[in-house]
């Protein structure tokens, strides 16, 4: 990992993820289920399995499988260093990189989902973090799925990933002063601030429950960008119960129905805002999930402002999805 | 203009945008000259010109032109108002948008470009941002290209763009920042700490002249990143007299005709980083010119942490470049 001074965030320098078996720059083409490392029935093509669970439907000998990914930006074998390097600094990529194959189908769409499948992911990235926890050289775990060839995926057996780092990210150190001196000023969560101007606003709220709610930010970044946030206020996502992970996970999986049939090929990104993992539970943080639909690209204006033009406004978008008439996902 | 304050960047929510010619993710097909709104014989299509240069190969009728983008992100018409919206802060988008045609030639590669044309750019860059700063109700310009599909160009002519806007951007800030703690703490400019180094270590330099250097950060978040920097100190690009752009214009040609032979159907965005456009001189930031190459897309991690992961290492990528046996541009 080496760092630009000037700009203030890592790059991972990684030759040997060059070798993955996809480019995602070339192919729009389906692959076949035999060819996919994913698919039941070549387990032995993947890494070690780290854990399983089983299938909810009683089909396959699998529901969800874990294991590191053969490409890995990081790697738990590296030995903690960090030095300077001219006016950059330098830390090795200690840390961990695993793949969460969702599950045994190859196409499985979120309209073909049952919540309990998506409980059960959100579960086995809580038991993955926890598990990472006990490692002291590794500062946070990041949680995050790339589905479709726009948003970044090299397979489009639906899987998600976990990247464990021996540094807090830069763009959650910002959040987390932004946060900070939020609640320094007001006394307030910044995110229960916003959850409960949403709601007031109502217009940009997808969908409610007791326990969690789906919205597009005001200032949403890309058209169609929806945070997921547990109603009741919690800093750690890997701390959280079974209960309020699956109302999470359960309005997670509505959104993603509503936004598959509204955009056509739907590709997206989707992550886990957390506190920092080393943190004790914080007043001013609350988790949430981001989803990201891959509509236009990062051009020359994002990189050289960081500010981003969405030509679809949330409120607009919102209704639609609000206004859709869709089949909910089965229990 | 709408501010996410945990995230603590802009995005602009423009729908008007979404009515532009080509949608970016859908075509990668060559257009017809003819239906070119970029083309010579085709300018009544576009905006009202601001502006105009002399065609260096006395063949057409001009050799450049500057005016407004015709599905504008920041308007000039736009009255300040900022208020708070809730937990989040609006700002009206006021500001100008234009569009640089570079060339009256359709396709012209690097390859083919003279130095003096992009030297004209660099001029006609520079003259705008002057113009601009007129207007009291603008904090800065950016300046950026974004050439081909992948790097979210809608329209292949030869174009670049430059938006002014009524706030510093929030990376823009950051950068200022880290800048100022460097100086703060060493007394010498971060930036040409990072030229020093990069020229004593010499393995990431891929060309240098008397007044410029062209290397690839040791910290590349992208693959072939380079960076183009002139030698002696300054803040601002706007300020800076025409031998130091064009020493800084023809090593960029240098290096775009480098990365054209490397890169198959080569696509990048560039932006020119320079202060704050307000700022008096300063002894901290010091402007240069960025080349990204579109070799991957933002995905689920980079939106997560900040961090970039790049498969190719920058010595790699330098070396590579530094080896390569191409005619260099005619002056």
């Known amino acids: 990992m080496r760092r630009n001074p000037l700009i ?5 320098i990684a030759p040997e993820r060059a070798n993955r078996p996809a480019d995602r720059r070339v192919s729009t083409q389906r ?12 387990e032995a093509s993947t890494g070690q399995e780290i854990a399983r ?3 909810p439907n009683g089909l396959h000998a699998w529901g969800l499988r874990v294991f590191p990914n053969r490409y890995p930006a990081f790697r738990i074998e590296e030995t903690p260093r960090s030095r300077a390097a001219g006016p950059y600094d330098m830390q090795a990529a200690v840390g961990a990189h695993e793949v969460f194959v969702e599950t045994p189908l190859h196409d499985h769409p979120a309209t073909a989902t049952r919540m ?6 959100f579960r086995a990235w809580r038991e993955r973090v926890r598990d990472l926890q006990r490692d002291d050289r590794i500062a946070h775990c990041v949680v995050f799925k790339n589905e479709g060839v726009l948003a970044g995926a090299t397979l489009e057996h639906p899987h998600s990933q976990l990247i464990a780092l021996p540094v807090v990210p830069t763009s959650l150190v910002t959040e987390c002063t932004n946060a ?10 910044l995110v229960c601030d916003m959850v409960d101007w949403e709601r007031s606003q ?8 007791a326990d969690a709610v789906a919205f597009m930010p005001w200032a949403s970044r890309v058209a169609f960008e929806t945070w997921i946030v547990p109603t009741r206020h919690a800093s750690h996502f890997e701390r959280d119960a079974d209960a309020k992970l699956a109302a999470v996970a359960d309005m997670t999986l509505r959104v993603l129905v509503r936004l598959e049939a509204s955009i056509p090929q739907l590709a997206y990104n989707l992550l886990v805002a957390t506190a920092p993992m080393r943190d004790a539970e914080r007043a001013d943080y609350h988790w949430h999930i981001r989803i990201l639909p891959s509509v ?3 051009a020359g204006f994002e990189w050289a402002s960081g ?3 969405n030509t679809t406004a949330p409120e607009a978008a919102a209704a639609w999805l609000r206004d859709l008439d869709v089949a909910e996902p089965l229990p």
């Not at 203030?8 to 991972?12: D, E, F, P």
């Not at 309990?116 to 992911?121: D, I, T, Y």
């Open 53 to 55: 669970l089983p299938d």
């Open 8 to 12: 203030g965030s890592w790059a991972v």
């Open 180 to 189: 900070r001196e939020h609640y320094a000023c007001h006394g307030r969560c």
């Open 116 to 121: 309990v499948e998506l409980r059960n992911v």
């Open 296 to 298: 236009s690209r990062q």
């Open 202 to 209: 109502r217009e940009r709220v997808v969908l409610e429950s």
């Open 31 to 42: 692959s076949s289920p035999a060819a996919c490392p994913f698919c039941p029935g070549n």
């Open 307 to 309: 500010c981003h033009i």
